[in-house]
């Protein structure tokens, strides 16, 4: 079985920063990439970055010059720093694995909650 246990959220008043982990463990084979991705209640899940395994980072539009994801391979852990934040990245936000264990898999964390007050 795979674990995916997200950490970091909070409240934050808009402006202030905060910083996401997640720490893949159990039977999760060889990691493809890491993501988080984010959601508010009566919408899609949105993506908000991207790390493949040779670290290239890939971020939403909305994200960019604000956002930073990174990784520690040999903790199966990504983060997510989030500077300037702003009410509108209130969300819950998901981490995701994509990776090959006899055959590739997809897992997602249970989320942690980020409010942003104004």
């Known amino acids: 079985q795979v674990q995916l246990v997200e950490s970091g959220g909070g409240l934050v008043q808009a402006g202030g920063s905060l910083r996401l982990s997640c720490v893949a463990s159990g039977t999760i084979g060889s990691i493809n990439a890491m993501a988080w991705y984010r959601q508010v209640p009566g919408k899609q899940r949105e993506l908000v970055a991207t790390?493949?395994?040779?670290?290239?980072?890939n971020y939403a539009d909305s994200m960019k010059g604000r956002f930073t994801i990174s990784r520690d391979s040999a903790k199966n852990t990504v983060y997510l720093q989030m500077n300037s934040l702003k009410p509108e990245d209130t969300a819950t936000y998901y981490c995701?694995?994509?990776?090959?264990?006899?055959?590739?898999?997809?897992?997602w964390g249970q989320g942690t909650q980020v409010t942003v007050s104004s």
């Open positions: 995701y694995v994509d990776s090959t264990y006899f055959g590739r898999t997809y897992h």
């Open positions: 790390i493949t395994r040779s670290g290239t980072t």
